[in-house]
């Protein structure tokens, strides 16, 4: 309707689309106030999205408190890392280990004779032989070798094919799917077509044969059908690279601990410091930030704060029953700090005791977390609340500019009808003033 305002006026002379213009202004003020309020809701889910974000990485921190093979405690180091890497968890045994790695598991490689390159094959059936179990693969007619390797490939056997061609010569190379002994396989061709038979015999200088991984750890012999070790030695992962001899030292580790106190630290700082900036008030410019006075992000403090100051079920009489008895004190503005010192001593001193009371608060707080975050929990009750004023807010500005509109449009009439009532008036004047001064010349 803007476009007819600006035609107002032209019969009466008065700038009646200014006035108009003005009116509708005032009239705009409540509808503005709602887009205002709207604006402040999106800006609240905006933040409680990134508290939401921020509680969640809190509580992946707390859960690696909570989790002691997480924890780990214990460091495995290897001598010659070009033999084996190892890892250790929680309930490795510490300790200076000699390994001999005898021999590497491998998988099955086996290589057919030579083909002159665009040579092709009769029909028939190649049967895989696979930990006892027989595994089919058709021929047709005229395959040429790179046929038959997409056929084998296609079959997901657990056998894959490639072609090696050089100087006019195609080799087919067939490879098992897993290493160890029980992962090998054989070939046998049912066809009338001899050149297809001819790809069982797989050219004996060529190829590698399954076998298992062979070592020592202190004189015990191991066999493994992975490089890849992970019951040889309680809470041990050794992965093997070569054949050789070494020693592995397995001792106790308190970088980890400390690593993921730091990291729980900063994510419950980050938290903390979140809910602070955007709750804050300035009373200089009366300035309110999105989450001022909101009463869920007042609780996700005091659950925070109630989750750092209460002593967890199960550590009474244990070594450490406080964060702070082992270094992680609260400042004065409501932030974590870690003595890395005391936390150190506590470690190297009593670390199962360190583990427990980090379990017990890890725990803790991923608890307080899954009722602030879950489904049903605080920031979403809230967040719901929010979407259902933004919802109301948008029904109400559509129903208020609907009046708006209904307004001008009335203020529209009523102003067109006046430009034309004053146009007649102002036609009738001029009719009448011609009249008298017609009568006046005829005297």
Do not use: C, H, W
């Amino acid at each position: 309707m803007a476009g007819t305002i600006s035609s107002l006026g032209v019969g009466t002379g008065i700038d009646t689309a200014t006035i108009l213009s003005k009116l509708m202004q005032l009239e705009q003020t409540p509808l503005n106030a709602l887009k205002s309020k709207a604006s402040a809701f999106n800006t609240k889910l905006s933040v409680y999205g990134q508290l939401k974000s921020a509680l969640s990485t809190l509580q992946t921190a707390a859960k690696t408190l909570a989790d002691p093979s997480k924890l780990g405690g214990l460091a495995a180091t290897v001598g010659n890392k070009d033999i084996l890497s190892a890892t250790a968890s929680f309930n490795a045994g510490a300790g200076v280990y000699s390994i001999n790695v005898s021999q590497l598991a491998t998988a099955q490689k086996s290589v057919s004779g030579a083909y002159a390159s665009g040579d092709s094959f009769g029909s028939g059936t190649l049967k895989f032989t696979i930990g006892g179990e027989e595994k089919t693969v058709t021929i047709g007619d005229g395959a040429s070798l790179n046929d038959i390797r997409a056929a084998i490939n296609g079959a997901n056997i657990g056998v894959t094919a490639t072609v090696i061609s050089s100087g006019g010569v195609d080799r087919l190379v067939l490879s098992g799917a897993d290493t160890g002994a029980a992962g090998s396989f054989s070939l046998a061709v049912d066809s009338a077509d001899a050149k297809l038979q001819s790809l069982a015999g797989f050219d004996s200088t060529l190829g590698i044969a399954a076998q298992d991984a062979k070592l020592t750890i202190d004189g015990v012999a191991v066999t493994s059908s992975s490089n890849t070790l992970t019951t040889a030695l309680t809470g041990m992962t050794l992965t093997l690279s070569q054949v050789g001899q070494t020693q592995m030292t397995v001792a106790k580790d308190s970088s980890k601990a400390a690593d993921a106190v730091n990291a729980f630290v900063k994510a419950f700082n980050d938290v903390v410091s979140l809910l602070k900036s955007n709750s804050a008030y300035d009373s200089k410019t009366q300035t309110a930030q999105p989450l001022n006075g909101e009463t869920t992000a007042r609780s996700v403090l005091q659950m925070l704060s109630d989750a750092r100051n209460q002593t967890p079920d199960g550590l009474a009489g244990s070594a450490f029953q406080t964060l702070s008895a082992m270094g992680i004190s609260i400042t004065t503005d409501g932030l974590l700090t870690v003595d890395s010192d005391k936390l150190n001593n506590a470690i190297s001193t009593s670390f199962s005791d360190v583990q427990k009371t980090l379990g017990a608060f890890g725990q803790v707080f991923s608890d307080k977390i899954d009722s602030m975050i879950g489904a049903n929990g605080l920031i979403a009750n809230r967040v719901d609340g929010l979407n259902r004023s933004i919802k109301m807010n948008q029904s109400d500005q559509e129903a208020m500019q609907r009046r708006i509109d209904a307004i001008q449009a009335r203020y529209q009439a009523q102003f067109t009808a006046l430009d034309t009532l004053m146009a007649s008036m102002q036609t009738t004047g001029s009719y009448l003033t011609q009249q008298l001064t017609s009568l006046n010349n005829n005297r």
